[in-house]
């Protein structure tokens, strides 16, 4: 059994109590309203504000189908070299415009970059392909909208969609220019690597991964959907430049690595970093957490980079 006393500090464990006290552990026992409900609080408590000269407007996409809402930040201080469309995580049940509000808007201010945060349907009211067909729609939208380089970024299940947006758009004249990918899920071998040695780790577990997955398709068997599962699709050529930043003391690390060893096989461009003794979600813990600050440096620095076209570390 891993022994996450040896492996976590006491900065990190702090947070995940913190974050305990506000979303059990136990919470996917609840009710999708309850799990909803409380997940909404924890964000709330978490919520660090606006750093000086961010401001952010929310608006609608129309689609044929549905309206995707959206939130535009924007700095005092425009660098318009490149935008960023980030896709929140939650499971793909959980979270909005509000639960990635702050990460989006300090995200705008260190980078400069304007920054379109996309909402997307929620299982298990609107099962897989909704959050993906609404993630393409922000995707176009922006591609459309803006004159600059579109960067993915996103996190857990929005790294998830990230990933999935790119395998898709490969073929398009105006396709993304780099994807950094947090803690995503990408649909690694459940037995093995980390799905095993980090089963139980704290802050998400095998379990809940589970869970996850089933809610989004309604139970279905959808193995070999690369739009659920990029790390399904037979053909890894032609993606944008790719930066995977992973937790160590998480059941989804392995996805971040079998990702980059992919992307590099087929003659890509894809870095991974492993961050020790960090847990699933701890960009919430980028201001009281000394490793997880130096992780949100790394990701501000990979879109940044990306940005400019430059994705030589």
Same mark, same amino acid.
């Given at each position: 059994?891993? /022994?996450?006393?040896?492996?976590? /500090?006491?900065e %990190?464990?702090?947070f995940?109590? *913190?974050?305990?006290?506000y979303y059990?552990p /136990?919470?996917?026992?609840y009710?999708i309203?309850?799990?909803r409900?409380i997940?909404?609080r924890m964000?709330?408590?978490?919520? @660090?504000?606006?750093? $000086?000269?961010v401001?952010a407007?929310?608006?609608?996409?129309t %689609?044929? %189908?549905?309206?995707?809402p959206?939130?535009?930040y924007?700095?005092a201080?425009?660098?318009k070299?490149a935008?960023?469309l980030?896709?929140?995580?939650?499971?793909?049940?959980? =979270?909005?415009?509000? !639960?990635?509000?702050?990460?989006?808007?300090?995200l705008?201010?260190? %980078?400069?970059?304007e920054?379109?945060s996309a909402?997307?349907?929620? @299982?298990?009211?609107h099962?897989?392909?909704?959050?993906f067909d609404?993630?393409?729609?922000a995707f176009e939208? @922006?591609? *459309?909208?803006y004159?600059c380089p579109?960067?993915?970024c =996103?996190?857990?299940?929005g790294g998830?969609?990230c990933?999935?947006i790119?395998?898709?758009t490969?073929g398009?004249?105006k396709?993304?220019? #780099?994807?950094?990918?947090?803690?995503?899920?990408?649909?690694g /071998? $459940?037995?093995r690597?980390?799905?095993?040695? $980090?089963?139980?780790?704290?802050?998400? !577990?095998?379990r809940?991964?589970e869970?996850y *997955?089933?809610i989004?398709?309604g =139970?279905?068997?959808?193995?070999g959907?690369?739009?659920?599962?990029?790390?399904?699709?037979a053909n890894?050529?032609?993606?944008?430049?790719t930066?995977?930043?992973?937790?160590?003391c998480?059941?989804l !690390?392995s996805d971040?690595?079998?990702?980059r060893?992919r992307?590099?096989? @087929? #003659? =890509?461009?894809a870095?991974?970093?492993e961050?020790?003794?960090l847990?699933?979600?701890?960009?919430r813990?980028?201001?009281t957490v000394?490793?997880?600050?130096a992780s949100?440096?790394r990701?501000?620095?990979?879109?940044?980079?990306?940005? *400019?076209?430059d994705w030589?570390w």
């Amino acid at each position: 059994m891993t /022994d996450y006393r040896k492996l976590i /500090d006491a900065e %990190t464990w702090a947070f995940i109590e *913190k974050t305990n006290s506000y979303y059990p552990p /136990d919470t996917i026992d609840y009710t999708i309203a309850e799990q909803r409900a409380i997940y909404d609080r924890m964000c709330r408590e978490f919520f @660090a504000g606006y750093p $000086h000269g961010v401001t952010a407007e929310t608006t609608e996409i129309t %689609t044929p %189908t549905n309206n995707v809402p959206i939130r535009i930040y924007r700095n005092a201080e425009p660098d318009k070299a490149a935008m960023v469309l980030y896709v929140h995580g939650g499971g793909f049940i959980l =979270g909005g415009l509000d !639960s990635h509000d702050d990460v989006c808007a300090e995200l705008c201010a260190r %980078t400069g970059y304007e920054v379109v945060s996309a909402d997307y349907r929620l @299982a298990p009211e609107h099962l897989h392909p909704a959050a993906f067909d609404d993630v393409l729609s922000a995707f176009e939208w @922006a591609a *459309k909208t803006y004159d600059c380089p579109v960067v993915l970024c =996103g996190d857990s299940a929005g790294g998830n969609l990230c990933a999935a947006i790119a395998h898709a758009t490969r073929g398009h004249v105006k396709k993304p220019v #780099g994807q950094v990918l947090i803690y995503p899920s990408l649909g690694g /071998d $459940h037995f093995r690597g980390s799905y095993l040695t $980090h089963a139980e780790a704290p802050m998400l !577990s095998a379990r809940d991964i589970e869970f996850y *997955k089933h809610i989004r398709t309604g =139970g279905v068997d959808r193995t070999g959907d690369i739009t659920l599962y990029p790390l399904a699709d037979a053909n890894f050529a032609y993606l944008p430049p790719t930066v995977l930043i992973t937790a160590q003391c998480d059941p989804l !690390s392995s996805d971040g690595e079998a990702y980059r060893d992919r992307v590099v096989a @087929a #003659g =890509g461009h894809a870095y991974w970093f492993e961050e020790p003794g960090l847990v699933h979600g701890y960009l919430r813990a980028r201001h009281t957490v000394g490793r997880a600050r130096a992780s949100f440096t790394r990701i501000v620095e990979a879109v940044s980079m990306l940005g *400019k076209g430059d994705w030589i570390w």
